[in-house]
């Protein structure tokens, strides 16, 4: 079992900049598959972006330009800086996992989940 703990969400104004944090505390996440998420109210969980084991990087079409994920592997934890965030982009924001070889883009190949972190941008 992999543990993730997201942290670093909160309430931010509309174009400002928040920077997410994913730590799984006693493993490597260079082996894996590391994901981001969001939810928000009676939407269905999109995917942001994500990094394969092999170091490709994904974004979402609708967040290009906006989000950028890195890691920091002596740390076992991945980040998600997002800028000019906008109201729409409130929701809660989960990092995922996977060793699995599915997309990176899909959320039913990934195998662990963060609890989520609140983010809220206010107009």
């Known amino acids: 079992q992999v543990q993730l703990v997201e942290s670093g969400g909160g309430l931010v104004q509309a174009g400002g900049s928040l920077r997410l944090s994913c730590a799984a505390p006693g493993r490597t996440f260079s082996s894996y598959t590391m994901g981001w998420f969001r939810q928000a109210p009676g939407k269905e969980r999109e995917f942001i972006a994500a990094r394969t084991w092999s170091g490709y990087i994904y974004y979402a079409d609708s967040m290009k330009g906006r989000v950028t994920i890195s890691s920091d592997n002596a740390k076992n934890t991945v980040y998600l800086q997002m800028n000019s965030l906008k109201p729409e982009d409130t929701a809660v924001y989960y990092c995922?996992?996977?060793?699995?070889?599915?997309?990176?883009?899909?959320?039913?190949?990934?195998?662990?989940w963060g609890q989520g972190t609140q983010v809220t941008v206010s107009s």
């Open positions: 995922a996992a996977t060793l699995r070889a599915g997309s990176p883009k899909r959320m039913q190949d990934y195998d662990y």
